[in-house]
């Protein structure tokens, strides 16, 4: 499971690093070193301009999409609080999914991600979980496979009304290794570089080469410190919360 990661880098940096095409000025997020589900996180993704058809040129866009993916059947947007990851193992098939996977991908960038691990308390002899902040060795970028869903809000009555869409993601985990997987057994899933171009191209529909994109690059490079406790609390904001602590 991911249920809160680290996302610092500004817009003007992910618009390099991710060669995007599309990204407005006005649109701006905070960096953040507690990001939790339901908040709004960037995402890479592809489109083309409304009215071409699927063989016009495509571009890449960054947005603010609000992390917890909400079906485009849901009855209401809190659906969204439960779909905050996606297995790779089942993504395909899953109802609330296998729709996003063939045709809504997007690529989340993140810092890293923080796991707990159950450990007895030194003074108190009592079980307690302590936090990690696992992240690439090299403090490279790491750009976690996603989904992304719009959502019809029908309490407004026009469709042009830019409330009444609701645009949300999702976070695909996968098998922990290397160091994750001495903290949990699960992890986001990062895709490699020259992975993004074929992940990101949303005519691609062949479930069975989009799953063979979902490798995990950064086995064997991956570090994991003990952190605070600090950041178990959502109000908690700062570069403090991933500075390592005695374990």
């Given at each position: 499971m991911c249920g809160r990661y680290v996302s610092t880098r500004s817009p003007e940096d992910l618009v390099q690093l991710f060669q995007v095409t599309d990204w407005r000025a006005e649109e701006r997020l905070a960096p953040s070193w507690n990001v939790a589900p339901t908040d709004e996180v960037w995402a890479v993704l592809e489109r083309g301009a409304r009215g071409k058809d699927e063989a016009a040129p495509r571009g890449r866009h960054l947005r603010p999409l609000r992390w917890g993916?909400?079906?485009?059947?849901?009855?209401?947007?809190?659906?969204g609080a439960r779909m905050i990851n996606a297995r790779v193992e089942t993504v395909h098939e899953k109802p609330a999914f296998r729709r996003e996977f063939l045709k809504h991908r997007c690529l989340l960038p993140a810092d890293g991600f923080y796991e707990w691990e159950q450990v007895k308390d030194h003074d108190t002899g009592k079980p307690r979980k302590q936090p990690y902040f696992i992240h690439p060795e090299d403090d490279r970028v790491m750009a976690l496979a996603g989904l992304y869903a719009y959502w019809r809000d029908r309490s407004v009555a026009q469709d042009d009304d830019p409330a009444a869409w609701l645009v949300t993601c999702t976070i695909i985990t996968t098998e922990a290794t290397d160091a994750a997987g001495r903290v949990h057994?699960?992890?986001?899933?990062?895709l490699a570089e020259n992975d993004y171009g074929a992940w990101l191209d949303p005519r691609h529909h062949d479930p069975d080469e989009l799953r063979a994109l979902l490798?995990?690059?950064?086995d064997g490079h991956l570090?994991?410190?003990?952190?605070?406790?600090?950041?178990?609390?959502?109000?908690n904001n700062g570069a403090e919360l991933v500075a390592e602590v005695a374990p």
């Open positions: 993916l909400v079906p485009s059947w849901a009855k209401d947007a809190k659906t057994p699960r992890m986001p899933l990062a490798t995990q690059p950064a570090h994991a410190r003990p952190v605070s406790a600090a950041v178990n609390n959502v109000r």
